[in-house]
């Protein structure tokens, strides 16, 4: 199995500063040229949305402060100016595995 | 504009059964691989089930294999899930999801079900 592994679970944030979340895969999502790794926010009370897929994609509608990054097992996502509406629960996913695994989630909230 | 409706869940208990739905519109539904993904309270996000376009491909998670069932009805626009010998741990949200370029990018409201006695 892919296990996914997302730090810190936590994340108390500033308005206007920046922001990273670190995943990291137990094996390599990078197949064909492409990271199988996407990115997801769960805001409260909401279905989850795509952020960010093939590890550095951003979705459509998605602000440009949020970027991804990374290769092979290593993979981060960054909000380069956290706004409040940018709280909730952030999950990785890989999709190179036929079983999908999410990571842990993060906890994103305002200070 | 696209969307996709869960819905079927409720209250059931213990080695019941539940089907759970989801109405597919406003994309070429027959193109695209589908999943369910659920959420226990308080908890992540666990993928159950994905279907291949056709419906010929299947895929679950370990805990559900032999319980749960997945199908598609292409012509309908429609995904079912047909969960039987429920358990305790299968309650959750369970969303409706489509997937393109390896990624969920559409997800329903969600449907809640409860496994109570």
């Known amino acids: 199995d892919f296990v996914m592994t997302q730090s810190p679970l936590s994340l108390p944030v500033t308005p206007g500063e920046p922001a990273s979340i670190s995943c990291r895969s137990s094996q390599s999502l990078l197949h064909d040229g492409n990271n199988f790794l996407s990115w997801y926010l769960q805001k409260p009370g909401k279905s989850p949305q795509l952020l960010i897929y093939?590890?550095?994609n951003r979705a459509s509608g998605v602000p440009d402060r949020f970027s991804g990054s990374g290769s092979g097992t290593d993979f981060t996502l960054k909000i380069s100016r956290v706004e409040a509406e940018d709280v909730g629960v952030y999950y990785c996913?890989?999709?190179?595995?036929?079983?999908?695994?999410f990571g842990q989630g993060t906890r994103l909230e305002i200070k | 504009e696209v969307q996709l409706v869960d819905s079927g869940g409720g209250l059931v208990q213990p080695g019941g059964s539940l089907r759970l739905s989801c109405a597919a519109s406003g994309f070429t539904y027959s193109n695209y691989w589908m999943s369910w993904i659920r959420q226990a309270p308080g908890k992540g996000l666990e993928w159950v089930a994905k279907a291949s376009p056709d419906g010929r491909d299947k895929y679950y998670v370990d805990s559900v294999k032999g319980r749960f069932t997945l199908s598609r009805d292409n012509a309908k626009n429609l995904l079912y899930l047909q969960m039987d010998s429920l358990r305790g741990d299968d309650t959750a949200f369970y969303y409706c999801?489509?997937?393109?370029?390896?990624?969920?990018?559409?997800w329903g409201r969600g449907t809640r079900v409860t496994v109570s006695s």
């Open positions: 996913m890989q999709a190179l595995h036929p079983s999908i695994t």
């Open positions: 093939f590890a550095s």
């Open positions: 999801v489509r997937s393109a370029d390896a990624a969920y990018d559409y």
